[in-house]
């Protein structure tokens, strides 16, 4: 049994302490990521469990050994590393680089024998890579060369695989070829994988365990599906990030959301009626672009709801698969009231959702501009037997703006909210909204729907 | 679709690797017989015109067991004399010097993975340079073991020279190669000025420096032979047990270090052998340049980067190249012979330029 232990190791850089008291240990079949944010030790970590870095207080134990009192040739048996990137200076063939990694099973005197051949071999083409055996290293593409990296490190014959964001010159067909090689070696042969990734989701797909680490301290470590949480993403890295379970793959999945660089501040808040993803995009958009956003009725489990809590935006919730009941609705309504403008997205109407639409239509009453997208024709989504086409036409004759795209909502918001500064400039111009200078084009609207087809 | 390996057999590629050994065997001994030849005939080429066949007696009257075969021919005491104590330590040297400075030519470009690194490149040169011209302008007039001081002082300054770089760049128990390469180009700049100081107060022993600086073997004598002799011969062969670590250090020192090279204590080994084998060419030959940086490269680009073959390769290259060029300098404009370090460049550049452009897609440094 190979047991690898890192024990209270703090690393310095000159003065600059970059890793402090990172305490771990991996065992056979252990296949273990180490993330974190640059500049966090990653690497570092890697640098000194291979010996390239020596800790300045702490041990790192392979087999109960102090690895700083082996010999070069013998940690190379146990271990080997694939660097994050190779620069090859003389022009040797594949074949050669790989036969190099036999070096620590070779005497000083020793030529490559048959099994050196032999082994070579194998590990090529577990890489897929015998075929460019001999042609010259620096001659094969990115991905090529780093599979025949790998292959030089499986060629060692060792018991743990060090990986420095191994797949990260590969194209997303060799990385899952990559990654299914070393789970495989992993499984079947109980290797260890030690790697750095980048790549959340590759992560959380082939490891069963993790070390995120932060500013040189392990944050946390354990398994991955405990590690990899948002809450844990977003202190280390300082992005909001979804964690899913994949329906396919089973598996953990990660969405990154970018944080607004700075956002803006606009003096007006928007309302928005949305549900079963159709305001997703939206929200997000209009809350970077710095609205005061609020969001309503929508049912708890729905996507617009997660969505809405993630970017903290005020929701008037229901509960899952229920009717709009009398009290949510005056919520909503409440809470609409206090909107400069209310947007209805393109969202499906059953019964159940109706109450968003007189809504809308209580807006338009007390005179809040109202914009209605409409990027899907409503009869591809009413469910209500032509109640809600009526409602919507009933919108239309009352001047609610239809839009066809975000953009063109967007802009006019924009417009909107110019107008409204320039109005609390000059107090004798009636505050208020850009009132629709023609009725929406209605002739062309049927274009637009063919247009607009799959998207909805 | 037929898959190229199936048509090449099924082990094509293992045999191919194994077949590498016996030709790389076949290659050596050919290039040493072209060694022994052309050592031979640079015997017959001189000033003094003595005949092919009496050359021929004279070397195999000395072979033990032939030697007494052939019987005595009627060879004068002057042609032997010429021979065996004017031309052959001369050319012997020239051979042992070449191989010399091939040899740490190909041991330094390993190290530095830098294509303009060779035998000088730890100032050997300026080292050797500084001492050859104090031992010269000061005129001492010892011998030490029945050496001559230029050549002494020569090696015993080349020696500081290189331990002086070397622990410039060291830092704690590493040396990292960029910084070595940088101090061993600082110190031979300091040096080569004092040299410049020692020619100015030469007054009329100028010629003499200059003439050393310039290099060649016109003063060569068999003890120069012996003396260097059993230190290139060690210290090139023992550098050919460090060529699969020199392979793997063209990967790179970190990951060097992670296929079980002991990076440190064999770039350690490596330099000192390298100085150690120029040291000793430079104190007997002075500077000829050239030889250590274009002949690994004409050896790399006809046989590959493999340093196992690459490093004997060259040593026999270089040699063999050297000897030539010195015959060429003795005899080009008789009776005023050139320095060879005008031979080596003259010939040597143009050929690695045609070499260059005809190889130049597959020739990475």
């Known amino acids: ?456 | 679709m037929v898959d190229e390996r199936d048509l090449t057999g099924k082990n094509g590629v293992e045999t191919a690797y194994f077949r590498r050994f016996s030709r790389w065997k076949l290659l050596l001994i050919i290039l040493m017989a072209a060694l022994m030849l052309t050592i031979f005939l640079s015997l017959n080429v001189g000033f003094a015109q003595i005949p092919f066949h009496t050359v021929l007696w004279i070397l195999v009257k000395r072979v033990p067991f032939l030697g007494s075969l052939v019987g005595s021919p009627n060879v004068s005491y002057v042609e032997e004399t010429i021979i065996m104590q004017i031309r052959m330590p001369r050319v012997l040297a020239g051979a042992l010097v070449g191989a010399a400075l091939a040899a740490a030519g190909v041991v330094y470009q390993g190290i530095f993975k830098n294509p303009m690194a060779d035998s000088y490149i730890l100032g050997v040169s300026a080292g050797a340079a500084v001492g050859a011209s104090l031992a010269i302008v000061l005129g001492i007039g010892f011998t030490f073991f029945g050496l001559s001081t230029v050549p002494i002082a020569a090696f015993a300054s080349s020696i500081i020279a290189v331990f002086v770089v070397y622990n410039i760049s060291r830092v704690g128990s590493r040396v990292p190669v960029t910084t070595l390469l940088l101090s061993g180009i600082a110190v031979s700049i300091f040096l080569s000025a004092i040299v410049a100081v020692l020619q100015v107060v030469a007054g009329g022993k100028l010629h003499v420096i200059v003439f050393w600086l310039m290099g060649g073997f016109s003063y060569v004598e068999w003890r120069d032979v012996w003396a260097v002799l059993p230190l290139v011969c060690f210290g090139t062969v023992a550098t050919y047990f460090f060529a699969r670590d020199l392979n793997i250090l063209s990967l790179g020192e970190e990951t060097a270090q992670h296929l079980g090279v002991d990076v440190e204590k064999v770039k350690k080994l490596l330099l000192i052998l390298g100085s150690l084998v120029t040291a000793a060419a430079v104190s007997i030959s002075g500077l000829i340049g050239f030889v250590g940086l274009i002949i690994p490269h004409i050896t790399r680009i006809l046989i590959g980067p493999d340093h196992r073959i690459l490093l004997p390769t060259s040593t026999i290259i270089g040699s063999t190249f050297l000897v030539i060029c010195d015959a060429v300098a003795r005899v080009i404009v008789s009776p005023v012979e050139l320095p060879v370090g005008v031979i080596t460049a003259l010939s040597g550049g143009p050929f690695f330029i045609y070499l260059l452009r005809k190889k130049k897609e597959s020739y990475t440094v």
């Open chain 1, 1 to 456: 049994m190979v047991v690898l232990c890192v024990d209270g190791v703090d690393c310095y850089y000159g003065s600059v302490k970059v890793l402090e008291d990172v305490r771990f240990s991996v065992k056979e079949r252990d296949f273990v990521g180490i993330l974190g944010p640059n500049g966090s030790g990653k690497t570092t970590l890697l640098r000194s469990v291979t010996r390239t870095l020596k800790p300045h207080r702490g041990v790192i134990l392979l087999n109960d050994v102090d690895v700083y009192t082996l010999k070069s040739s013998e940690v190379a048996r146990e271990m080997a590393v694939v660097p994050q990137d190779t620069v090859i200076t003389f022009n040797f063939t594949a074949l050669d680089i790989v036969l190099m990694g036999r070096n620590p099973h070779l005497g000083r005197f020793q030529m490559e024998g048959e099994r050196d051949i032999a082994v070579a071999r194998k590990s090529m083409e577990l890489t897929n890579t015998w075929h460019l055996a001999e042609r010259p290293i620096n001659e094969l593409s990115g991905g090529e060369r780093q599979r025949v990296i790998i292959s030089r490190a499986l060629a060692q014959e060792p018991k743990i695989l060090l990986l420095d964001e191994p797949t990260v010159h590969l194209d997303i067909n060799n990385q899952l070829e990559i990654m299914d090689l070393l789970e495989e070696l992993c499984i079947k042969r109980g290797l260890i994988v030690l790697a750095v990734f980048h790549d959340f989701n590759l992560a959380v797909r082939y490891c069963n365990s993790a070390i995120l680490l932060k500013e040189g301290k392990i944050f946390s470590a354990g398994d991955v599906e405990a590690v990899l949480t948002s809450e844990n993403i977003k202190s280390v890295f300082q992005v909001d990030a979804i964690v899913k379970k994949h329906p396919f793959t089973n598996s953990l999945y990660v969405i990154p959301v970018s944080t607004p660089k700075a956002p803006l501040s606009r003096n007006l808040s928007v309302h928005i009626i949305c549900g079963a993803g159709t305001g997703t995009t939206l929200m997000k958009i209009m809350a970077d672009e710095g609205y005061s956003v609020t969001a309503g009725v929508l049912n708890v489990l729905d996507t617009d709801y997660e969505t809405a809590q993630l970017l903290k935006i005020p929701v008037v919730g229901e509960a899952p698969f229920s009717q709009i009941t009398e009290e949510a609705h005056r919520a909503n309504l409440e809470m609409m009231s206090k909107a400069g403008a209310v947007v209805l997205t393109s969202v499906p109407f059953g019964f159940g959702n109706m109450r968003n639409l007189e809504a809308v239509k209580e807006a338009l009453e007390k005179g809040i501009p109202t914009y209605v997208m409409e990027e899907v024709p409503i009869q591809r989504r009413d469910f209500t037997k032509g109640k809600a086409g009526k409602l919507l036409m009933e919108l239309k004759r009352r001047r609610a703006i239809f839009v066809m795209s975000q953009n063109e909502l967007l802009s006019l918001l924009n417009i909107s909210e110019e107008k409204l500064k320039m109005a609390e400039e000059v107090p004798t111009k009636i505050p208020g909204h850009l009132k629709p200078e023609e009725k929406p084009r209605q002739g062309d609207r049927a274009d637009d729907v063919k247009s607009s087809d799959h998207r909805g």
